[in-house]
C-alpha cells in the first residue's frame, strides 16, 4: 500500500493542481461504515459532514443492489426496463402533483445543465436570475450561473444574462431579521425590472431553500414564495436546485422547498440520491417537459442505466425502511438545541442554524466580522479529535454539518462536547 507521502507526491504530480484536499494535515481514509471513517492507521472517524453518503458510508442494502444489478445486467435507457420506471414512478410519488417527468444524469452538474436547456427551450428566453453566493455545479454553463464561483478567486464575473440577488441572509445580509423576507422579494422584482427594461423577457430563477455553499442559509420567510410568484407573473420557470439539501435531510419534508410551500416546475437532484453512485435527475412536469421533445433527443449514455437506478431505489428504500427522514428531524433538532444552547458561551457563535441534518454555525468577531481562520482553525482541532467538518460561505466562516443521516444522539452528544472543549481552549 503506497504511504501519505508517496499518495501526496503522486497526487502533486499526476492529479490536476486546481484539486484541493481537506485539511492542513490531509487525511488517508481507507474505509467506511455507516457515520465512520478510518484512516490508514486504523484511527476512526465520526463524519460530520458527509451529506452523499446519505443512508450511510457502504450500507449493506445500496451495495447488494448494486452488485446483483451489474450480474444481471448494465445497458443504456434504450431498452425497456423496469427497473427505471419502477424507480422514476417512486422518485415522482415523493414530489407535489404534476412533477412527474424524470430525466436522468449523473451528476448534479448534469441535472442543472439539462434543467437549463429545459427552460430556455420551453421559455425561449435566457435572462436567469440567481442568488449570490449559490453554487449549481461545475459545467461551464453553471459556473455562469453560480456567483460562488464567477465571484470566487479565478472567476470572470457573470454573463450579461445572468441576474444577481443579493443573498437572502438575515443574519449578516443587505436585509436582516425575522422580517426580511419581504425586502429580499423586492430584489427580485428589481431584478425583473431590469431584464423587462433590456427588452428582455425572464427566462428562469434557480435557487435552492436552504444554500449550502451559501453557508448552510435558511432562506428568510416569505421570500421564496413571492419569489416564485413574481417570476411566474414575470414568465419565468422556477427551479428548486435540492442536490445538496433533498431526499429527507431537511427533516420535516422530503425536499426542502416544502419547508417554504412552493411547488417548483423543475427539481434537481443528485448526490445522496445514489449514495456516493453517481446518480441525478431532473423531475419537471409533463408540459415543460413536452416543450423539450423537439426532434433532438436527450440520450445520456449512462444515465438512468438499470444498476445506477437499482443503487437509487435501494437508496430510497433504505431512507424509509430506517425511518431516516424522521431520525434527521429528531436528532437534527437535538443537535441544533445543543449547539445553540452554546451560543452564550463562546463569543464567536454569531449564528448557530439549520434545519434537520442540516446545520451551520457561523462564526464572527466584533461587529459581525466573518472569522474563517477561526473556523478553519477549529475544523482541523476537530480532525485531530476525530470528527469530521468542514467550512462554507462566501466568506469561509460557516462551520457546515451535513452528516449521513444515520447519525445518532449519541455521535451529536459527541459533536457538541468536542466542539464546546476546542472553542474553549
Ligand atoms: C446545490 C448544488 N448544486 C449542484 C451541485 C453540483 O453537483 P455535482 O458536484 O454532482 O456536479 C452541487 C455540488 O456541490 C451543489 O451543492
Redesign the pocket.
Known amino acids: 500500500m503506497l504511504d501519505h507521502k508517496e499518495i501526496l507526491d503522486l497526487r502533486s504530480k499526476h492529479l490536476g493542481p486546481s484539486l484541493s484536499v481537506s485539511y492542513d494535515e490531509p487525511l488517508h481514509i481507507v474505509r467506511g461504515e455507516g457515520q465512520y471513517l478510518f484512516d490508514a492507521k486504523g484511527n476512526r472517524y465520526l463524519d460530520c459532514v458527509n451529506n452523499i453518503q446519505h443512508v450511510g458510508h457502504c450500507h449493506p442494502k445500496v451495495i447488494e443492489a448494486a452488485q446483483q444489478q451489474y450480474k444481471k445486467l448494465n445497458t443504456n435507457t434504450r431498452y425497456l426496463d423496469e427497473t427505471i420506471v419502477n424507480y422514476a414512478k417512486d422518485i415522482t410519488s415523493t414530489l407535489p402533483d404534476g412533477l412527474e417527468v424524470c430525466f436522468f444524469a449523473n ?4 441535472a ?1 445543465d439539462l434543467a437549463l436547456r429545459l427552460v430556455r427551450q420551453f421559455t425561449g428566453d435566457k435572462a436567469t436570475i440567481v442568488l449570490d453566493g449559490a ?4 459545467l461551464f454553463s ?1 459556473i455562469e450561473i453560480s456567483p460562488y464561483k464567477h465571484n470566487g478567486p479565478g472567476g470572470n464575473g457573470s454573463p450579461n444574462f445572468v441576474y444577481t440577488l443579493p443573498m437572502p441572509d438575515s443574519f449578516r445580509g443587505k436585509y436582516r431579521g425575522e422580517d426580511c423576507g419581504e425586502k429580499y422579494a423586492q430584489e427580485v422584482q428589481s431584478a425583473i425590472n431590469e431584464i423587462q427594461k433590456k427588452g428582455e423577457k425572464v427566462s428562469t430563477f434557480i435557487a ?1 431553500a436552504l444554500m ?2 451559501g453557508g448552510q442559509l435558511i432562506l428568510p420567510k416569505g421570500f421564496l414564495k413571492k419569489a416564485f410568484d413574481l417570476v411566474r407573473a414575470a414568465g419565468g420557470v422556477c427551479i428548486a ?1 435540492e ?2 439539501i433533498g431526499f429527507g435531510r431537511v427533516g420535516s419534508h422530503f425536499w426542502g422547498f416544502e419547508t417554504h410551500g412552493v411547488v417548483p416546475d423543475i427539481v ?1 437532484m ?2 445522496s440520491m445514489g449514495n456516493g453512485h453517481p446518480l ?1 435527475a431532473v423531475v419537471t412536469t409533463r408540459e415543460i417537459a413536452d416543450s423539450f421533445n423537439n426532434g433532438m433527443e436527450y440520450f445520456n449514455s449512462f444515465g438512468g442505466n438499470p444498476v445506477s437506478c437499482a443503487v437509487g431505489q435501494a437508496v430510497l428504500d433504505v431512507i424509509k425502511e430506517e425511518g431516516l427522514q424522521e431520525n434527521a428531524l429528531e436528532v437534527g433538532s437535538y443537535l441544533l438545541n445543543q449547539l445553540k444552547n452554546l451560543q452564550n458561551q463562546h463569543d464567536l457563535f454569531g449564528e448557530v442554524r439549520g434545519r434537520g441534518l442540516f446545520i451551520g454555525i457561523e462564526l464572527v468577531k466584533d461587529e459581525l466580522v466573518p472569522a474563517a481562520s477561526e473556523a478553519q482553525t477549529i475544523v482541523n482541532q476537530m480532525k485531530d479529535k476525530g470528527l469530521l467538518l468542514s467550512t462554507d460561505g462566501p466568506d469561509h466562516n460557516v462551520i457546515k454539518i451535513k452528516p449521513p443521516l444515520v447519525f445518532n444522539k449519541k455521535n451529536a452528544d459527541e459533536l457538541v462536547k468536542k466542539i464546546d472543549e476546542t472553542m474553549s481552549e
Request: with cysteine; hydrophobic share 10%.
Open positions: 451528476s448534479g452538474s448534469e442543472n453554487y449549481h455545479g461545475n453553471l435552492e449550502g455553499c436546485d442536490i445538496q434537481t443528485g448526490k441525478s
